[in-house]
């Protein structure tokens, strides 16, 4: 037979409250003894003497007293089982509810209903299932929502305490982010009592313990607070805790979204000496000779390089920019250099066979194929196409230039697309000793603007964005771009073989 297929993921079912089962008049339910607060996980219906054997506990249990002799005997076993309710059924066997089953319920602390003779116990089940179906809806809607408000903070510039406000915000309680002495690295939400927070800490202990068998995750309980620690990824020793007031059924759940994100984020704020690693190999792999860089990469390539900003302004720091390296699935990251707010990733593209076995013959080299690099919110990004060690460099450069040429745009990314059509057809070293030559009169600064005019399509204002200098500047250098090559800018044959000659840089 085939496997059935695996439940969705979600937050299990929250359990329904009595009192809402009760309010449904349709019904007719009565509250005749025990107490009036009860949890229903489910319903299940059983004239046994002793149905014992088949509670799993929660249950609200409904029958007509078919077999029902001792009533005493009767109550305390559905009470050990762990039944959440009774729901006894009048006529035709009883014509009341037995008054020694009232007194045995009173006694033993559990709930009992009157269910009148015109309610089925099948009505009664399909309430309670309603009653859950649109419960687990909420609660999924309340996971979904956690969710999305996760994941936006974990795009801001302070990641991690943004994801703590957050989710001590979603849970109504304290999250707080331990290292394995117990050490608070950060926290949110309002304190418990001091007692509490020193089992909070403890339980962190546990799980944040660098050794075989150590949990994943534990829970406690303290004086009516909910305790719960989770160890998090990437052999920091890092443990998120959490107390809370109340449980409910999605909380598991969303604290598993927190320490997933966590697990990405945090892990380079301990490895501050591996990030500032990182960063220093970045800038030597982008500024050594193909010679040195080949035994750091321990890759032929062709490498990617990508350009990013924050899109509100602010600057990375090395833990921002080492979650947008594990987003995008590269660790070598460099988070500024000098001071600046770019940070750059190397990214591995996918490179064809060389030569593939097709009837006898060879076919060409499949073309490198650029990564799929998906949108960071929170950031621009500008992408080189694949390169190889020999020109990592040159792809730096075209990153840049990608990068400004998305801010001027207003683009989340830009991709800078290698020479294809008609300009591939020139040898490489035609081409760039003709660009040598046009291009000779100009100087870098005045090369860079004709270069990000023309591709903005002779924009003075997106131009000035991109070049982050007043419009009136680029009109100047523009102007003296024309002067010196002695050319009509406003000609698209000028504009074309220009453009060409830039591209090859």
Excluded: K
Aim: with cysteine.
């Amino acid at each position: 037979m085939p496997t059935p297929p695996a439940p969705s993921p979600g937050p299990p079912a929250p359990p329904i409250p009595l009192a809402e089962l009760l309010a449904r008049e349709e019904l007719g339910l009565r509250h005749i003894a025990g107490p009036s607060d009860a949890e229903l996980l489910w319903v299940h219906t059983s004239e046994m003497a002793d149905p014992y054997p088949y509670l799993l506990g929660g249950e609200l249990l409904l029958s007509a007293g078919v077999l029902l002799t001792d009533p005493d005997h009767y109550v305390a076993r559905l009470v050990e089982a762990g039944a959440a309710a009774l729901g006894f059924g009048v006529r035709p066997v009883h014509e009341t509810v037995p008054e020694a089953l009232i007194e045995a319920c009173d006694r033993y602390g559990l709930p009992l209903l009157e269910v009148p003779p015109e309610t089925p116990f099948t009505t009664i089940a399909r309430a309670v299932w309603r009653l859950m179906a649109e419960a687990r809806h909420r609660e999924l809607r309340r996971v979904t929502r956690a969710q999305q408000a996760l994941a936006t903070a974990a795009a801001r510039p302070d990641p991690v305490p943004a994801v703590l406000h957050q989710l001590a915000a979603q849970l109504s309680g304290r999250a707080v982010l331990l290292t394995a002495r117990g050490e608070e690295v950060h926290a949110a939400g309002r304190r418990p009592p001091p007692e509490a927070a020193a089992a909070l800490a403890r339980l962190a202990r546990v799980v944040a313990r660098e050794r075989p068998g150590s949990p994943a995750s534990a829970t406690d309980t303290h004086g009516g607070t909910h305790l719960a620690a989770y160890a998090l990824g990437g052999g920091e020793g890092l443990a998120l805790a959490l107390a809370t007031r109340r449980r409910e059924a999605g909380d598991h759940t969303v604290a598993g979204i927190a320490v997933v994100l966590l697990s990405l984020l945090a892990a380079p704020h301990q490895g501050a000496d591996a990030a500032d690693r990182s960063a220093a190999l970045v800038r030597l792999l982008l500024g050594a000779t193909p010679a040195e860089v080949a035994p750091l990469l321990g890759s032929p390539g062709p490498w990617t390089v990508i350009h990013a900003r924050r899109s509100d302004g602010t600057t990375a720091d090395a833990l921002t920019a080492g979650a947008l390296g594990a987003s995008l699935g590269s660790a070598l990251v460099d988070a500024g250099r000098e001071g600046g707010d770019t940070v750059r990733v190397l990214l591995p593209s996918t490179a064809g066979e060389a030569t593939r076995e097709a009837g006898g013959g060879e076919e060409p080299p499949t073309p490198p194929q650029a990564p799929t690099v998906a949108l960071q919110p929170g950031w621009t990004l500008g992408v080189s196409a694949p390169t190889p060690l020999a020109a990592l460099g040159s792809a730096d450069l075209r990153a840049a230039r990608a990068l400004a040429h998305a801010e001027a745009t207003r683009a989340p990314l830009t991709v800078d697309t290698p020479v294809t059509g008609l300009a591939a057809l020139i040898p490489p070293d035609q081409a760039a000793a003709h660009a040598r030559t046009l291009l000779a009169p100009l100087t870098p600064p005045l090369a860079d603007t004709l270069r990000c005019w023309l591709s903005l399509h002779g924009s003075w204002d997106r131009t000035a964005v991109a070049l982050a200098v007043h419009r009136n500047t680029v009109r100047q250098r523009i102007g003296r771009c024309a002067v010196l090559l002695g050319v009509d800018l406003n000609d698209m044959d000028v504009r074309a073989e220009l453009w060409f000659a830039l591209r090859q840089e």
